[in-house]
Structures are given as C-alpha cells and as structure tokens.
Nanobody
Framework: QVQLVESGGGLVQAGGSLRLSCAASGGIFSGNDMNWYRQAPGKQRVLVAVITSGGSTNYADSVKGRFTISRDNAKNTVYLQMNNLKPEDTAVYYC?????????????????WGQGTQVTVSS
C-alpha cells in the first residue's frame, strides 16, 4: 500500500511560482511512475505531468515550458515546479502513483492517489 501526501499549494498572483511536493510512503518509491493531475471546479481531472520510474517526463500542452516535474528517490518525493502561473491553472492538484507487479498470472497494475492540494492563481 502506498500513501501519498501533497503539500505546497496556496494562493499566488498570476506570473508567480509555486512548488508542489508529494511525499510517498509504503512500497518501493523508485519503482513507481509518478504523475500530477489537476481538477478545476466543474471540470474533469486531467493529467498535467508524468515522470516514469526511469526518469522520463511528459507534460500536458497547457503547461509545457512552465511546469517541471522531478523526483528525489532518496526522499521518496516527487515535485511539481510551477512557474509563470496563470488563472487557468487554478485547480486542486493531485499526486498519483502507479506501480506494476509481475505475478504468475500476469502483470498487475496498482494506482494510488493523494488527497489533493489547492492552487489558486489570482489575476
């Protein structure tokens, strides 16, 4: 079982920066693919950034060039550095972990979520 705890959200003016952290416990962190999602009021949760267990990254088009995802396996933590924030970035941001386990009957996928942290960007 993996537990995820996000922190670092808050209120910031447009153009400002925030760094979100997600501390993981349980399981082997380095083996997890780690993701950040966000959900704005009245909208679906969407994928923002991905970092695989191997360190490869990918981003939603809306945040490319402004957000950076990184991980510190020694600290069991994944980060989301958010620069040049815009009002449309306002959302609850969720940390997500995916791990795979090989079993005799095939590969099993496990998924875990944090409780979310609010990011509000004022214009």
């Amino acid at each position: 079982q993996v537990q995820l705890v996000e922190s670092g959200g808050g209120l910031v003016q447009a153009g400002g920066s925030l760094r979100l952290s997600c501390a993981a416990s349980g399981g082997i962190f380095s083996g997890n693919d780690m993701n950040w999602y966000r959900q704005a009021p009245g909208k679906q949760r969407v994928l923002v950034a991905v970092i695989t267990s191997g360190g490869s990254t990918n981003y939603a088009d809306s945040v490319k060039g402004r957000f950076t995802i990184s991980r510190d396996n020694a600290k069991n933590t994944v980060y989301l550095q958010m620069n040049n924030l815009k009002p449309e970035d306002t959302a609850v941001y969720y940390c997500n972990a995916i791990r795979y386990q090989e079993t005799v009957v095939g590969r099993r996928r496990y998924e875990y979520w944090g409780q979310g942290t609010q990011v509000t960007v004022s214009s």
